[in-house]
């Protein structure tokens, strides 16, 4: 028995229509890495970025791959599944070509419409979230503000005192050397 045609249009339908949600997923996966610092070249590049060292800069370089090859891959597990579960559901598990063709199409209308006005404005989403996360921490730890205001002179002078002891020089092989070496004939070391 043949497939109508008015069911595999309306499979097609369903298809554009996955796809433009899962361009809205792939948008969530570039705030997320946005949220942890990976830029793209629509935002506008942070000035403080251009003072790292060398070393950060390959650093942040390997740390901005590694997360974006980590949600790439969470990212494509999620859209087999998804594509998995829609096959089934409305096609009767049947794969048939033009699902995938249509779903890459709805995602390329989202990708190139709606997509790039909404990574534009992730700074701006970001910058809102991590606000509205702040607020949401301060007002959870609002009651322990007495006690901050109590014992902050003193957990700030034990937090200067650990930053002092982390800033002593550490003697090398060499001094060692010369300091037993001054012990063992009882001379003053200083």
């Given at each position: 028995m043949g497939v109508s045609f008015l069911h595999q249009l309306s499979v097609s339908y369903h298809s554009v229509i996955l796809g433009f949600y899962l361009g809205i997923i792939y948008d969530i996966v570039r705030i997320i890495r946005c949220f942890f610092g990976v830029r793209y070249r629509c935002v506008i590049k942070r000035f403080d970025k251009l003072w790292l060292k060398s070393e950060e800069k390959k650093l942040n370089r390997v740390y901005e791959s590694l997360l974006?090859?980590?949600?790439?891959?969470?990212?494509f597990i999620i859209i087999a599944c998804?594509?998995?579960?829609?096959?089934?559901?409305v096609n009767s598990g049947n794969v048939r070509w033009y699902i995938y063709l249509f779903a890459f199409a709805g995602f390329?209308?989202?990708?190139?419409?709606l997509g790039k006005i909404?990574?534009?404005l992730s700074s701006l989403i970001v910058r809102t979230v991590k606000k509205v996360f702040r607020i949401f921490i301060m007002c959870m730890?609002?009651?322990?503000?007495?006690?901050?205001i109590l014992y902050g002179k003193a957990i700030k002078a034990m937090h200067n005192q650990?930053?002092?002891r982390r800033r002593v020089k550490l003697p090398d092989a060499e001094e060692i050397k010369k300091r037993t070496v001054l012990l063992q004939y009882g001379k003053n070391i200083k």
């Open positions: 974006m090859g980590i949600t790439d891959i969470l990212f998804i594509m998995a579960s829609f096959i089934y559901s390329l209308i989202y990708y190139l419409t909404i990574i534009s730890l609002s009651p322990f503000l007495p006690f901050k650990i930053r002092a």
